[in-house]
RNA sequence: GCCCCCGUAGCUCAGCUGGAUAGAGCGCCGGCCUUCUAAGCCGGAUGUCGGAGGUUCGAGUCCUCCCGGGGGCGCCA
């Protein structure tokens, strides 16, 4: 069965273009179909005609009585009535038969459910995200990036588009020869070095690392162990948080594979590279960047923008599309840098988007707990795990827009964790699984074989509602995925279990009156259990079947 | 000085790439459990959308400037 969704836009758009003739180039953009404001305003409303004045030269709601008329024709019976309103929108009113046929179509879509079309042209991802270096745990921080990359690559698979994991360890470089001398420090007794590493993890680290044998004096083996260490402890951490990456990228073996060797003669064979003050310069003052950038330190060490050249160059080929890069607020001078490296290799910067993650502040009785990896302050992740939970962690870091800081309060989160707004979701997820239950052990297997347009009484509006807004999961997945917003699923997600909430107010599901009505209730049931356990699922939240 | 993000209800934030009388949660006030989970529901109060211009049929949304908060501007990553 078709999805009616699709079936009004597709009625709407084909009224448009009727209207339009072909004597007329078609509006920039296409019409919207949206839930209007306020409820008297009916189901659905376009602003079809609205687009359509500036092209016929027409006033829109002279344009908008004519497409009605038009509309109305197509969708025959399952629409009342067609209304021109305001400035030209056009509000439909739906009738029952059409709310019917979109459950039972969703019925039938299983696990597919809430799945947007197959895109036309499935766009590989490549998402690298948290990549924090393995000097230490996990802040709250890269809790936050961890969630991100993980739900927008999750949106992305479920939409059609190839999505991959990554984590690029930085393992050599200045901060690991700091962490390796705070390490070797703590096993002598001796100083922490400037810009060192301190805290109780660096002391449990190197006594771990003692017991294994690796001692102070080796630097480099002792980087080496240390890094891999910490490394598989955030990996530990991410596991528990949800999160699997596809793949461990280490800037080590760009080196050692002699891939920044490579795109060092590239770049010099593109002519961008020029020597200056005993250090090897990229001009990438010439391609959007504001200064050039150093390439080769006095001394002869590479830069770590030389080997971020190279592995990005690396993730472009391993791509085969786009790559994503999810990076801290305070990484975003980075990003013209970046491509103009990519650009003076000749590749597509275009093809590299950025998402800049802003900040999260922990706040802990109204005082912001002070964050330094390096003297070893921080609230790590594991620890705000072990404080409110994996749901509720992701939750509160999914629910606000990346590009706006978080403000996480522990006090709060602790003390009033059953008001958490997570728990209203997995509140209505857990009811609906109670309401099966009730209505016994094949309530599941009756709801899923429910004839649902089988009814005889007229639906209510709380029923209806709640129908449309489980209609309209894809076009929150596909929007999410697009515009690598995640937090839009956590809005979502909670206007459903409201939607449902004031549903089971309204309407008695098992023993319910009337031909039809108790199977065709337990089938929207277990629709909105879908669709609350798929939204949460996109989230990395758990679907709980009792509270 | 330059660059990025933010400024919307008492608080924390949404606002679907320009649409109708700007929303949610928390907090506050008042109601609702002999009926499928009260971690719920219903009703009520609160807004110069930081400010000033501009673009047009229409601006919280786009442009310019200003104010305020945060972050960055390294031969660290």
């Known amino acids: 069965m078709s999805d009616p969704v699709t079936n009004l836009r597709s009625a709407v758009e084909g009224s448009a273009a009727a209207l339009r003739g072909d004597a007329h180039d078609p509006p920039a953009s296409s019409p919207t179909l949206e839930r209007p404001p306020r409820a008297d305003f009916g ?29 109305g024709g197509r969708l025959g019976e399952d629409v009342e009535k067609v209304e021109v309103a305001g400035p030209g929108f056009l509000n439909l009113f739906l009738a029952d038969a059409w709310y019917r046929r979109a459950a039972a179509a969703m019925l039938t879509a299983g696990e ?44 992305l ?20 020869e700091r962490f390796a ?18 805290g109780e993890y660096v002391a449990e680290l190197s006594e771990r690392l003692q017991a294994d044998g690796v001692g102070p004096d080796d630097l480099d083996w002792l980087a080496r162990q ?7 402890h955030i990996e530990e951490t991410l596991r528990r948080y949800g999160v699997e990456f596809d793949t461990w990228s280490s800037e080590r073996e760009l080196y050692d594979s002699g891939a920044v060797e490579q795109v060092l003669a590239d770049l010099r064979g593109h002519g961008h590279v020029y020597e200056s003050e005993g250090a090897v310069w990229l001009r990438t003052s010439d391609l959007g960047d504001d200064k050039d950038r150093v390439l080769i330190r006095f001394g002869g060490e590479g830069t770590y923008y030389l080997a971020d050249i190279a592995y990005h160059r690396q993730k472009l080929e391993r791509s085969g599309g786009r790559i994503l890069d999810v990076l801290g607020a305070d990484h975003h001078g980075y990003m013209d840098r970046l491509r103009a490296g990519l650009a003076a290799l000749g590749l597509e910067p275009e093809r590299l988007e950025f998402a800049i993650i802003q900040l999260v502040h922990v706040v802990d009785g109204g005082e912001r707990a002070q964050m330094s990896k390096r003297k070893g302050e921080f609230v790590t992740l594991d620890e705000l795990i072990d404080d409110i939970g994996v749901d509720a962690t992701r939750f509160f870091m999914l629910q606000r827009s990346h590009d706006t800081t978080v403000d996480l309060d522990l006090e709060l989160a602790r003390r009033t964790s059953n008001e958490n707004p997570v728990y209203y979701v997995q509140y209505a997820h857990a009811r609906i699984a109670s309401i099966l239950r009730k209505a016994g052990g094949d309530a599941e297997t009756r709801a899923a074989a429910a004839d649902v347009t089988a009814v005889s009484p007229p639906a209510e509006p709380a029923e209806r509602a709640l129908i449309k807004r489980l209609c309209e999961l894809p076009d929150e997945v596909s929007e999410a995925a697009a515009r690598r917003a995640p937090h839009r699923l956590c809005a979502y997600a909670t206007a459903t279990a409201a939607d449902f ?16 009505v108790e199977e065709s209730r337990l089938a929207i049931c277990l629709l909105t259990k879908r669709t609350i356990a798929r939204t949460l699922g996109l989230l990395g939240i758990s679907a709980p079947e009792r509270m």
């Open 43 to 71: 189901d659905f409303s376009t602003n079809a005609a609205m687009l359509l004045a500036p092209v016929l030269g027409e006033p829109p709601r002279e344009i908008a009585a004519r497409l009605a008329e038009e509309l």
């Open 112 to 155: 597919d459910l809430g799945r947007p079309p197959a895109p036309e042209e499935p766009e590989r991802v490549l998402v690298e995200f948290v990549s924090a270096n393995p000097t230490g745990p996990l802040t709250a921080a890269g809790g936050r990036h961890a969630a991100y990359g993980d739900s927008v690559a999750r949106a």
């Open 157 to 176: 698979e479920f939409a059609g588009h190839p999505a991959a994991r990554e984590y690029y360890v930085n393992d050599r470089g200045g901060q690991i």
């Open 181 to 198: 001398e705070s390490l070797a420090a703590r096993m002598t007794g001796g100083e922490t070095p400037e810009d060192g590493y301190e």
């Open 226 to 232: 240390g890094a891999e260490m910490m490394r598989a």
């Open 501 to 516: 909430h004031a549903f089971y107010r309204d309407c008695q599901v098992v023993g319910a009156e009337g031909e039809g």
